[in-house]
T-cell receptor, first 113, second 112 residues
Framework: GAVVSQHPSRVICKSGTSVKIECRSLDFQATTMFWYRQFPKKSLMLMATSNEGSKATYEQGVEKDKFLINHASLTLSTLTVTSAHPEDSSFYIC?????????FGQGTRLTVV | GESVGLHLPTLSVQEGDNSIINCAYSNSASDYFIWYKQESGKGPQFIIDIRSNMDKRQGQRVTVLLNKTVKHLSLQIAATQPGDSAVYFCAENRSGNTPLVFGKGTRLSVIA
């Protein structure tokens, strides 16, 4: 099946710094990618829809200035957590569709200390 | 048995028994449903899917049942193995290339 590569898999950063998470579709082009967030023992919640060449669409309650999304090419979407706080610590996962199937990245475990 | 509380519902089964994991979905317009398995620290792994024009689909050791009347989805795992221990999520979708909406998840614990 198709591969979505997400990097880094784990990151620890200090409060106030920014962290960039990359999501690449390795063998398909994705005009749209989706970013999810998952808290411990909880389900995946959609944060935003990343659109190639245009602005991302954010879900209600997700701060667009805090979670910057860039989708500059058909194979790369990035999520930057700006001015990170401990409450931003979470598991972040990206996803893209190829034909009729959704594929997920490996996820990024962000810990803000 | 199964328990529901503040944490993920947990289903504990003996190795070799069959497991049934249930899910209620929310959108009657959803036409595509997927079961995912998630192991600790990893992203969701596709198990099986079903479209709304079907009510049953079988894979290797897994069966998905769809009841559109009551918006209910179930995943049956035959001869459950220790490697099946994970959290299982159902997800619904409408019209592809749109976000998946995930259910709350169920933790399956296999007792050897």
């Amino acid at each position: 099946g198709a591969v979505v590569s997400q990097h880094p898999s784990r990151v620890i950063c200090k409060s106030g710094t920014s962290v960039k998470i990359e999501c690449r579709s390795l063998d398909f082009q994705a005009t749209t990618m989706f970013w999810y967030r998952q808290f411990p023992k909880k389900s995946l919640m959609l944060m935003a829809t990343s659109n190639e060449g245009s602005k991302a669409t954010y879900e209600q309650g997700v701060e667009k200035d805090k979670f910057l999304i860039n989708h500059a090419s058909l194979t790369l979407s990035t999520l930057t957590v700006t001015s990170a706080h401990p409450e931003d610590s979470s598991f972040y996962i990206c996803s893209g569709w190829m034909n009729t199937e959704a594929f997920f990245g490996q996820g990024t475990r962000l810990t803000v200390v | 048995g199964e328990s529901v509380g503040l944490h993920l519902p947990t289903l504990s089964v003996q190795e070799g028994d069959n497991s049934i994991i249930n899910c209620a979905y929310s959108n009657s317009a959803s036409d595509y449903f997927i079961w995912y398995k998630q192991e600790s620290g990893k992203g969701p792994q596709f198990i099986i899917d079903i479209r709304s024009n079907m009510d049953k689909r079988q894979g290797q050791r897994v069966t998905v049942l769809l009841n559109k009347t009551v918006k209910h989805l179930s995943l049956q795992i035959a001869a459950t193995q220790p490697g099946d221990s994970a959290v299982y999520f159902c997800a619904e979708n409408r019209s592809g290339n749109t976000p998946l909406v995930f259910g709350k998840g169920t933790r399956l614990s296999v007792i050897a």
